[in-house]
């Protein structure tokens, strides 16, 4: 077997693991997501500034002669609240 064939076996084993890792990890997220209760699922959710929300529609609709927007990623994500986000 040449080096190439290797390479290219190598290459397809390892996008099918990780296609694989992918299909059991939805999987399983799938199977606890439907096994939840009507009230486990409303607990997850999260509320959110209206106000807050408006502020950073604006801000990317604002239709001035700057190319950037005001607010920075990681403010909007302070405004958010960090949900999950590290």
């Known amino acids: 077997m040449s080096l190439r064939s290797l390479v290219f076996v190598v290459l397809v084993g390892l996008v099918f693991t990780a296609l694989s890792g992918i299909a059991v990890r939805i999987a399983l997220r799938s199977r606890r997501s439907s096994q939840a ?31 950037t927007f005001m607010l920075e990623p990681e403010a909007i994500w302070e405004m958010l609240g960090r949900h999950g986000r590290t």
């Open 37 to 67: 209760t009507w009230e486990e699922l409303l607990g997850r959710l999260v509320p959110l500034d209206r106000e807050k929300i408006a502020a950073i529609a604006l801000d990317t609709i604002d239709d001035s002669s700057h190319e």
